[in-house]
């Protein structure tokens, strides 16, 4: 059976890889699709709780809600920092396929769901999937 959850965040960022656009900060709004995989049932049918898998992952999803996301190697940090900006540093560039990697393995070594493929798109016409 495979169950589908779907979570948002709000979130700015830059990548200076990313060309002249995306090296200037902007903001998404980043919609998250889970796809968990599980094997057995129990007597009422049922898989795992909707309820219970949001308890493990959404937390995980709204760290980065309302936040600057920024490679930790960005020359901005140093700047940002000073100003007591609310950033997260994280250990590459912030494109999208950098970030839904980072996510799904955050969501299976946390939450030890069995998470199979994740979606995350940063507009309604732009997304990236990563399964394992």
């Known amino acids: 059976m495979i169950i589908e959850k779907k979570y948002h965040f709000y979130a700015a960022h830059r990548n200076k890889a990313g060309g002249e656009k995306c090296g200037r900060i902007h903001g998404h709004t980043y919609e998250v699709k889970c796809y968990f995989e599980f094997k057995t049932k129990n ?3 049922i898989t795992y ?3 219970d898998i949001d308890k493990l992952v959404e937390p995980i999803i709204k760290e980065y809600c309302h936040w600057f996301l920024i490679y930790e190697l ?3 940090v140093e700047l940002l920092e000073l100003a007591n900006e609310p ?3 994280l250990p590459f560039e912030t494109s999208l396929e950098n970030l839904a990697i980072w996510l799904f393995t955050r969501i299976k070594n946390e939450t030890k769901l069995p998470i199979i493929k994740i979606e995350l798109a940063e507009t309604k016409s732009s997304k990236v999937i990563y399964e394992s």
């Open 43 to 45: 007597e009422a049918g």
């Open 49 to 51: 709780l909707f309820s």
């Open 74 to 76: 960005d020359p901005l």
């Open 87 to 89: 950033i997260i540093k």
